[in-house]
T-cell receptor, first 106, second 116 residues
Framework: KNEVEQSPQNLTAQEGEFITINCSYS?????LHWLQQHPGGGIVSLFMLSSGKKKHGRLIATINIQEKHSSLHITASHPRDSAVYICAVMANDMRFGAGTRLTVKP | GAVVSQHPSWVICKSGTSVKIECRSL??????MFWYRQFPKQSLMLMAT?????????EQGVEKDKFLINHASLTLSTLTVTSAHPEDSSFYIC????????????FGAGSRLTVL
């Protein structure tokens, strides 16, 4: 079983929809990152969380340390949000989820 | 904001040659740099963690003699793929952090290696 599980693997949404991507992990962590990878391969770190909730523009990330679970929400989704979103956890080293491929259709 | 420059962005080489990829932090001192590998349609795989001035820590299954990592300064880390073979063809990405632990991670744009 993968130490970091992401769901869904693929997600297609209409522009304007509210998006949720989930990440569950099975190890103790010091931090969790949400990453965004665009088709060209470039990666941007969206959030680093160790507790609670963070918001940046239309993006919201939450983490529940006790339940070992994090969610990434996108409000009012837009086609430019189409990308692969990756959950990464820092334990003794870094482990990655398999990624969620999001496609937002106009 | 923090910027990490990775070079080259793509490289094609013949089997048996060595290829060096550079990762530079342009406007901050990177105490720790990470090297990743990504196969098509798969997630990132951490290869190694390098701290400036010390030997890199390699993940299990990553050959340290095959993938030489040098982090000689606070702004530069290099990954050298030695005696490259077609199975080494992949997308290699670096990231850097300037604080203790992976607080703010800044990623390079990646380097696509094709070994013929």
């Amino acid at each position: 079983k993968n130490e970091v599980e992401q769901s869904p693997q693929n997600l297609t949404a209409q522009e304007g929809e509210f998006i949720t991507i989930n990440c569950s992990y099975s190890v103790g962590i010091s931090a969790l990152h949400w990453l965004q990878q665009h088709p060209g391969g470039g990666i941007v770190s969206l959030f680093m969380l160790s507790s609670g909730k963070k918001k940046h523009g239309r993006l919201i990330a939450t983490i529940n340390i006790q339940e070992k679970h994090s969610s990434l929400h996108i409000t009012a989704s837009h086609p430019r949000d189409s990308a692969v979103y990756i959950c990464a956890v820092m334990a003794n080293d870094m482990r990655f989820g398999a990624g969620t491929r999001l496609t937002v259709k106009p | 904001g923090a910027v990490v420059s990775q070079h080259p962005s793509w490289v094609i080489c013949k089997s048996g040659t060595s290829v060096k990829i550079e990762c530079r932090s342009l406007d901050f001192q990177a105490t720790t740099m990470f090297w990743y590998r990504q196969f098509p349609k798969q997630s990132l795989m951490l290869m190694a963690t390098s701290n400036e001035g010390s030997k890199a820590t390699y993940e299990q299954g990553v050959e340290k003699d095959k993938f030489l990592i040098n982090h000689a300064s606070l702004t530069l880390s290099t990954l050298t793929v030695t005696s490259a073979h077609p199975e080494d063809s992949s997308f290699y990405i670096c990231s850097a952090t300037q604080g203790a632990g992976a607080n703010v991670l800044t990623f390079g744009a990646g380097s696509r290696l094709t070994v013929l």
